[in-house]
């Protein structure tokens, strides 16, 4: 299909929003405008219609899987070379490259380590534990300080004065330490892969001019979950020549908990007046009934921009809510009904989308659907990447390309087993901390000898000779070849199977190792959005050191897509799909479950207390428009709660709702008619300390 054949199918306001190249472009609309659409048009309306070189677009989003989906789509459109350099990733992505191509500028050495938050959390047990035994709730505490004020662009040196509090005061001088330390390390953190590069954009005039010469065109989806340093890095790189697109819409912050400023929308049009802004109507993905609900629901909150969605799709079925006795029952009705819908709609495993509030609730569920034999993907929860041995062989991949690396030599410096007992450890700490060095690197000081037996000291030296090996051999040439050849060496399978209870088990965690290797691979292979050696060295200037870091970058982009999604590789086979409301964003299903609407779950206990339930009708609201054809929601009467079985009052956003739109089945009995009145009031009060 051409260009011109693509843009006929689209209604003439996404034609305007796609042909409108020469400033800046808002797209502000409902869910399932097509927004989405607009982007992947655009992207190749860009490239074919305007000569532009794809090597000069970045398309942003936020998680791996929309990411995912719109480079597939834009693949689509874009054939051979058209699609060549072309950036789709998610923001973390591309400060990854950012940082990655400016390494000098930034103070850090090639082959720097990103820490995930468990290594971040490690680190800051240590610095905290210094002056007092803390525990975990007090780190958690500092940690999300330090990831809000990385995420509102406050450097370490700068939070003590934004401090309100003792706590803050406190956290402030973690974070001055966590910072050192990590730079120590050669490390970055999550929240970094924002922070350092706007904070360079922003110091480094010749930095940024590099970075405004490759980027010339910027597109972003899910604009309103951008926090304030997201915000300012596509404000940096566009300041000048004003060009972009973001597309967003309001009814679906529902990031706000962790840093998002929906307010990112009206600041756009501020520090933009050019701005053009599109609002699109036509909803083409759900039912009239399914709309209706969403849009009924969503009326609820106050609102800055009015939008009135329509859809020509039907009226379609109505929504169903199925009230049942208690969780199991819930997830027994689940998996049973889509066992049978499957057969009787004749529809695909895929098809459906079964969404919750919270991870815990999809356990059950998953013991049904095995029950029935459903095959079905678990988006989040328990991931390829929280399992022990793929942390083993990460972190032996860490330590490869940063020696210095700590917390991948703590992992696994006994590993399989070397004889080094903690005693050794805490030693050579204590000397490392004393010089100033990493754990890796104290092992090879002489001075270790006086500290330690001379046993140990052999021990040590033994495991770090065999690092530097496999090191060697690395940059020698096959670096791939010599990390299959050091699992082999060390016979890392043999140490699966002392450990594990079966051969079996100790069978499937050798196979993911090498699974993560064969991922290793086909990440250093270039593809859309990742780009040959050649051409990144072309785009950074002299100063990328590409021809060696290959496997460096693949490595990165590793820990980072652990970070991220936390999950096994994309799996387009036909199953089910379990995600959280929070992950479905941007995706939709022809059939879709909403599990668990009560009070204290949707809206969560916690959003309840502090007063933002807004945010929570959001969630539910993007949950309802994943549905195209049919919409069930389900609920319990009574729910294990801290051991106990606690009795489930129906969530408000049911009350919500077109009445006449909804077929109940186990009706509960309706609500007495004062409580209904007094949460009416708790939203007018919210409304109005929201006006001010
Ligand atoms: P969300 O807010 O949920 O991210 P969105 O606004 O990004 O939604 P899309 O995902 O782009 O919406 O589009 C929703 C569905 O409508 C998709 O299946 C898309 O293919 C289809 N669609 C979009 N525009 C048109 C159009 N002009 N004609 C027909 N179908 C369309
Ligand atoms: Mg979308």
Same mark, same amino acid.
């Given at each position: 299909m051409s260009i011109h054949q693509r843009l006929a199918k689209l209604n003439p306001r996404q034609q305007e929003a796609v042909r409108y190249i020469d400033g800046p472009c808002l797209v502000l609309a409902g869910a399932g405008s097509g927004k989405t659409s607009v982007i992947t048009t655009k992207i190749a309306y860009l490239v074919q219609e305007c000569g532009m070189s794809a090597r000069r677009i970045a398309a942003v989003t936020f998680t791996n899987k929309a990411a995912r989906e719109m480079k597939e789509r834009v693949g689509q459109m874009l054939k051979g070379k058209e699609g060549h350099g072309l950036t789709v990733s998610t923001f973390h992505t591309l400060g990854l490259n950012i940082i990655r191509g400016e390494l000098k500028a930034l103070g850090y050495k090639p082959g720097f380590s990103l820490f995930d938050p468990e290594d971040a959390k490690a680190l800051l047990r240590d610095l905290m534990n210094k002056d007092a035994q803390v525990d975990a709730e007090q780190i958690n505490a500092v940690q999300a300080q330090i990831s809000q004020w990385k995420n509102d662009l406050i450097l370490p040196g700068e939070a003590l004065s934004h401090a309100a509090d003792d706590d803050q005061h406190f956290a402030a001088r973690v974070y001055e330490a966590y910072g050192r330390h990590l730079k120590a390390y050669n490390a970055v953190d999550f929240d970094d892969l924002i922070l350092l590069p706007v904070a360079l954009l922003q110091r480094d005039p010749e930095a940024l001019a590099r970075w405004r010469r490759k980027i010339h065109y910027m597109l972003v989806d899910e604009y309103q979950d951008t926090n304030v340093s997201q915000y300012l890095l596509v404000k940096l790189l566009m300041e000048e020549r004003k060009t972009f697109t973001v597309v967003g819409d309001d009814d679906q912050s529902i990031y706000a908990w962790r840093g998002?400023?929906? +307010?990112n929308l009206v600041t756009l049009g501020e520090d933009f007046p050019r701005l053009n802004v599109i609002k699109l109507e036509q909803n083409y993905r759900s039912t009239g009934t399914i709309l209706r609900a969403a849009n009924t629901l969503i009326a609820n909150n106050p609102h800055v921009y009015e939008k009135t969605l329509w859809s020509e799709?039907?009226?379609?079925a109505p929504i169903r809510v199925v009230v049942n006795r208690h969780e199991e029952a819930e997830a027994e009705r689940v998996a049973s009904e889509i066992l049978t819908r499957r057969i009787k709609e004749r529809a695909e495993w895929r098809d459906f989308a079964v969404l919750y509030r919270g991870n815990f609730q999809a356990r059950l569920l998953e013991l049904k659907l095995q029950h029935y034999q459903i095959p079905y993907k678990l988006s989040g929860g328990t991931s390829f990447f929280s399992r022990n041995e793929i942390k083993d062989a990460m972190a032996y991949l860490r330590l490869l390309i940063n020696p210095a690396d700590d917390n991948a030599f703590l992992r696994i410096v006994n590993v399989p087993r070397r004889e080094i007992g903690p005693g050794t450890l805490e030693k050579l700490a204590n000397y490392a901390t004393e010089r100033g060095v990493s754990l890796f690197d104290a092992c090879h000081e002489l001075g270790l000898e006086q500290q330690l037996p001379a046993r140990a000291v052999e021990c040590l030296g033994r495991f770090t000779h065999f690092i530097d090996g496999v090191r060697r051999r690395m940059d020698q040439g096959d670096a791939l070849a010599a990390i299959r050849g050091m699992l082999h060496e060390m016979d890392y399978e043999a140490w699966l199977y002392q450990n594990a209870s079966a051969p079996t088990i100790a069978e499937k965690r050798m196979a993911n190792v090498w699974t993560l290797i064969d991922q290793l691979e086909k990440s250093m292979k270039p593809a859309l959005g990742n780009e040959s050696p050649e051409e990144r060295a072309e785009q950074a200037?002299? +100063? *990328? *050191?590409?021809e060696t870091d290959d496997v460096e970058a693949a490595i990165s982009r590793l820990v980072l897509r652990d970070i991220l999604e936390q999950q096994a590789e994309e799996d387009d086979t036909d199953r089910v799909q379990l995600l959280t409301m929070h992950a479905s964003k941007g995706l939709e299903f022809p059939h879709v479950y909403l599990m668990g609407l009560e009070e204290e779950l949707l809206p969560h206990r916690n959003a309840i207390e502090a007063g933002t339930v807004e945010e929570e009708r959001r969630l539910a609201y993007v949950g309802i428009t994943r549905a195209r054809q049919t919409l069930t929601l389900t609920l319990a009467r009574q729910r294990k709660a801290f051991g106990e079985l606690m009795d489930c009052v129906p969530s408000r956003f049911l009350d919500e709702l077109p009445p006449d739109d909804l077929e109940w089945e186990g009706r509960p009995d309706r609500e007495d008619p004062d409580k209904k009145q007094a949460r009416g009031q708790d939203a007018i009060a919210g409304l109005r300390s929201l006006l001010g």
């Open positions: 998002a400023r929906p +307010e799709m039907g009226q379609g200037g002299e +100063e *990328d *050191d590409a």
